[in-house]
């Protein structure tokens, strides 16, 4: 396999499996989506999260509470995620709890659904 097809079958895989699984297109988030068949799957996240691919950003008191309701009615999660991330409890809210917590499940999603699918066709 040649590297131009290479790397069009990792950008388009990147595109398609975002697309269903985080319903955005990562490659719009890299900035040299031609070159990746130089980077491994962990050099797609980082510069994924460098550049806010990851980043949820739940606004309003109202959607934030079903978002936690839905996703973490004990916000144990959402508090450990924040607390990572250097937030204390005198400084979260509920948009923040939720935005957090979003952005950890659209990383996990990310290892789960995306990288096995990138990392078969990466190594091959």
């Known amino acids: 396999?040649?590297?131009?097809?290479?790397?069009?079958?990792?950008?388009?895989?990147?595109?398609?499996?975002?697309?269903?699984?985080?319903?955005?297109d990562a490659t719009e988030f890299i900035c040299s989506p031609d070159e990746l068949e130089d980077y491994d799957t962990y050099e797609i996240f980082d510069t994924l999260k460098d550049n806010g691919f990851f980043y949820v950003d739940?606004?309003?008191?109202?959607?934030?509470?079903?978002?936690?309701?839905?996703?973490?009615?004990?916000?144990?999660?959402?508090?450990?995620?924040?607390q990572e991330l250097g937030y204390s409890?005198?400084?979260i809210n509920s948009e923040t709890l939720a935005s957090v917590h979003a952005s950890r499940q659209k990383e996990d999603k990310f290892w789960e659904d995306v990288e096995?699918?990138?990392n078969e066709i990466i190594n091959n």
Do not use: F, V, W
Request: hydrophobic share 35%; glycine share 2%; proline share 4%.
């Open 1 to 24: 396999m040649d590297t131009m097809t290479k790397n069009e079958l990792i950008k388009n895989t990147l595109q398609d499996l975002s697309l269903e699984y985080l319903g955005e």
């Open 58 to 82: 739940i606004m309003y008191y109202s959607k934030a509470m079903d978002y936690l309701r839905d996703n973490d009615p004990s916000l144990c999660e959402s508090i450990e995620y924040a």
């Open 89 to 91: 409890l005198e400084n």
């Open 116 to 118: 096995p699918k990138l």
